[in-house]
């Protein structure tokens, strides 16, 4: 039974990784910290969690953390993870993290992005970047995984089988997402405030969105080259998932069935990545651990659609599959 | 042309206001004030207006409003608003208030409710009850229209047949209401953020909602004596709109055909309450100033059911047609 | 292993049943039927099983289903389950209905509400009502469970309490509830399009609705004497959930507390019924097999409040629930 | 006073004409027509209409037609419309046409796309495409309108600008749509069967989607050139509204800031396009007539994004802009 410690369970990750761990079979919760401020019974914080979690959202104290935890879902806020990551892991857990602290590797990218300066760097050297599909080997042996965005994990399994084989352009690449309003997070606003995102649907961060430099990292190093992104993010009415919709160049014509059985070798065995013969549904994969993906060619354009759960693939089932994978259980283990 | 000034502009039923006025023949805009730090172009203020209202949105100055409005509505918070009113009867204006400041006759209800002393029971005696309805003629004359609450516009259309009728007892009156959440303001808060409200549905201020008093003091004012209400409201996941839910004793048999007759022959002539042979829907009203009400009877107890937009006949609209009926306009104008 | 075969597999509770089934620990689907028109692969009918479930949803053979299952979730409507239950009981399974073909006692009400004479009475005697916090006894030996309706199992949980300790006047009950969208079924139709529905809620079924009859047998089973309920559905814009507010006559004065205290004894030990100390959401339970409620008095009445998932303790969740009860498994398994 | 006919008047563009005409002050409702199933009071068709409208919807009777409207709203769908638009010129009346019967000039490319034979390519010939802030000279004199589709309205108004001045690469296009669910019309179907389409996004019509070619012609035309366009829709969860975001290459480095002042210039003077300096919102627009664009340059590429209502600027707000401009009367009338 892996330990489970949850830092940051007070918000929308933290709940959802507590309501996997609590129907997951290999793992247990045994710790759960906040904020001061957010403190209090599970069942208090979380109305969804009476009857189901009898446990107090504490303070984090790293005396009572030693030997009561193998595994940390750390769900801190981008800067201020790196704060505590080192801690942890001197605390001997293995750490998934989900904020963007550890994906950066080039440090000056992350400093512009979040206008802070990185404090961990040492850590970051080590960290692997947890998209299983991709890196399944790299994470197998990690202690620190870093836990990849929501937007990247859908347009990055979107576009993979094309970047592995060096079809397309290289700086091509649009990426057209919606979110689900989750994404923005618990804390009240007044974009996000119900009569103002009932019934609306705009675009947002236009050229400055922090997971852009994320997509071009990890497509880069998929393509083994410089790849160029230009990712448009947008909001809609609803609490959960993801669509994105990327447009790419082909190199060379394509015909859209090589596509399709190209995506179908490439996730061969995969058991989260669905490749569909139609377009994919955010209802479909919404509290699911799947990511579904049409890919086809329209006008000289390939077009690769995928659809996620923002808080499950996009989050935190995500950190659970890599947790599942560091302590060498079954991959799916509790999130089938 | 009546001048009209809207005092708390910045808010939803600011802007409703805004919109209605913008398309009222007989009305012009001539002055919108708001808190000093919801100011500026009524264009920035609220997306919507965009190429419609060319005006500014500024703080509430005495002397420039006299003098360039006939009329005020005052879409100021509960206990704010009686701070203004005194100053905007004095600059001559007939003042449509949409808090509650000046709907309660008792004094010690409102100070218990809304916990605080009543600072003008000079003008509260004046005030005539802004429900077009049932109080036309004392609205005509009136320099103080107290616009009612939503949730009693829709509760007290839905019986005042039956109370004026004397049909039915009077303690036994049940209001169970349904409002769209536009009806919590534009404030964000954690329960109308749009990940918790959205799919959501939950019940409040049970036994303590400030509406009660305000229904039991107007029905009790058609009944011609005390009227008790249990009213329990609920919040659901869409914009506009409150259903409403009445059951009630009646003192004798009485048939869903007489009930129905009474109500066609109340409310005939009334151009905004329209009579349905079967259950109102909320998105047939929605953006409306109609009332819609079907009354049955159900194993022995008579069910009225009402649907209202909870923004337009709960508050802007029907301050508007209090406007038209205190200017001698047709009452309808603007409000088709 | 409990072998499961789910008969009517193509509709929401048919959904709901093979992906709770797919995690449960304990059980495994053995036979998925439908309608010829609706069966194909369990991926195509439902794109969110695509990599979940590689069975073939086929229409019903009775010759292949024997020796293949051990318990059918039956899942077909009213009316037509009579015709197959008699046949899947001779075929040795333990019998869940999700219908309400064998949950009304008195055939004559049956016959009258449903409209259609009953063709298997036999089994009707013996059939237990499947609401295990009522009736855990009878379902342990039952061959044949009758699952609750959603309607019932929200009111009736949120007043067992009362009708046992005979605290209420049985002809005062008053049930106001209101079901998310799913509730409808899979079958598209006009009122519940969505461009009809969405921003949309209404009443209907006034008076006439087949879950009353059966919450007042229910009802009355429990206090032991005739009980008459003034049921009143409403459908609101959300997928899942049905909040019930109701509201009944106490014989003599009783405290909140007290209420509060007697509800928790009554449901001590209940893993799937939580007592609140506020008013239930249903975004709480949305997904979740449990119900919450809270109970307290107004006005000299007692309100009470409860929220399930329709889908869920509603339906599928409670018809496994059942399940477990049946085989002796433990009673949450596969719903925590 | 205009008198108005509206042929099809059973469907969402129908009502929405309906009401739209009730405020307008220079048009009034003269004959409502539609097929004999779906004719009746119009209060009855639509619950709205409650009150508001005191006619009968029934079958079209040309007889009664002639001498009884000025203008005939002509809601019909696709292929059907070609039947009666004929006779409604011959009628006498002015045809604003909803359908695409009319729209696209050559005749191969409706045949193909629409799949069956055009019958009546004599007033295709004459027939004008009826977006004002492109085609208003040609509009003035028309007999026959053909009103665009709601989503070349949202995308030619995002791009007619570089179009016109030659700055972008014309073979470079992409329109990327969402749609709120009311585009689908009144039909039920799964898909937009609420439960199905709540909470859900979904791309559909991959490469195939008819208001493909219709944005290549009248680009082409604003070009002077062939224009070559990837356009993708999807549908969203709410009612009302299309967000646009438009890709393209321009041929020479641009800045923000000339683009925006460009887009100004272009649309300076129009009641109906609003530049915006940031990113529109569909809810901003949703009801209304209006056009939000914001452009930018993101990454070497130009984005720009447009919002507008489907059911109104996308269809019966510019039908009315357009029959304002054929009468002669001011064209915001009834619309602001």
Chains 1, 2, 3, 4 share one sequence.
Do not use: W
Not at 40 to 50: C, I, P, Q, S, T
Not at 133 to 144: P, S, T, V
Request: charged share 20%; aromatic share 8%.
């Amino acid at each position: 039974m892996i330990r489970v410690a949850i830092i940051g369970a007070s918000g929308y990750t933290g709940v959802e990784s507590i309501e996997i761990i609590l129907r997951h079979p290999g793992a247990e919760l045994t710790y759960l910290t906040a904020l001061e401020s957010e403190c209090g019974h599970a069942e208090d914080v979380f109305g969804r969690l009476k009857g189901r979690c009898d446990m107090q959202i504490e303070p984090l104290d790293f005396d009572k953390l030693t030997g009561l935890a193998d595994a940390a879902l750390c769900c801190l806020p981008h800067k201020v993870s790196m704060g505590f990551v080192p801690k942890l892991l001197d605390a001997g857990l293995k750490v998934i993290d989900f904020s963007a602290d550890y994906r950066l590797k080039d440090i000056s990218v992350y400093e512009k992005f979040y206008d802070v300066k990185h404090t961990d760097t040492a850590n970051l050297e080590n960290a692997v970047y947890g998209l299983p599909e991709l890196f399944r080997e790299q994470i197998k042996g990690a202690d620190l995984i870093a836990n990849p965005g929501c937007y990247p994990t859908g347009a990055i399994l979107a576009i993979a089988p094309l970047l592995k084989e060096g079809l397309i352009e290289t700086d091509s690449i649009i990426v057209n997402a919606v979110t689900g309003a989750s994404g923005a997070g618990k804390n009240p606003s007044s974009k996000f405030h119900f009569p103002n995102m009932n019934e609306n649907l705009f675009a947002y961060g236009v050229g400055s969105h922090r997971h852009m430099p994320e997509m071009e990292q990890i497509a880069g190093e998929i393509a083994g080259s410089k790849v160029r992104i230009l990712f448009q993010p947008h909001a809609g009415p609803f609490d959960r998932g993801i669509l994105s919709t990327v447009y790419c160049q082909p190199k060379e014509k394509v015909a859209s069935e090589q596509l399709s059985q190209l995506y179908q070798n490439f996730y061969a065995g995969e058991a989260f990545v669905q490749i569909c013969s139609n377009t994919p549904a955010v209802k479909d994969v919404a509290g699911t651990n799947y990511c579904h993906i049409f890919v086809t060619c329209v006008k000289g354009k390939i077009v690769s659609f995928s659809a996620i759960d923002n808080l499950v693939k996009g989050a935190s089932g995500q950190a659970i599959q890599n947790m599942n994978i560091v302590f060498g259980l079954e991959e799916t283990l509790g999130l089938k």
